[in-house]
């Protein structure tokens, strides 16, 4: 979230009777402190879901357009 230029954050989630969906977007700003610690979380999140879920989810993350989204279905719950 930036403090000078406008932001969002978009989250949804829906419950389904054998799978969970997760989809969240947000605005990107850059900068260089910002920039350094970008990315970390995603390569634990993925090590976790593989322990957990292996074989029962789709993740999707893209960054274009200053936009950055993600989503994730988790099968078979």
């Known amino acids: 979230i930036s403090y000078v ?3 969002y954050i978009d989250i949804q ?3 389904l009777a054998d799978s ?3 989809a ?3 605005s990107i700003h850059t900068s ?3 920039n350094k610690y970008s990315g970390v979380g995603l ?3 993925r090590r976790r879901l593989e322990l957990l879920y292996s074989g ?3 993740l999707d993350i893209q960054e274009k357009n200053n936009q950055f ?3 994730l279905t988790i099968h078979h719950l």
């Open 69 to 71: 989204s993600v989503e």
């Open 56 to 58: 029962q989810y789709q």
């Open 43 to 45: 390569n634990n999140v």
């Open 32 to 34: 260089k402190e910002a």
């Open 5 to 7: 230029a406008p932001s």
């Open 24 to 26: 969240i977007t947000n």
């Open 20 to 22: 969970l969906h997760f």
């Open 13 to 15: 989630v829906k419950i």
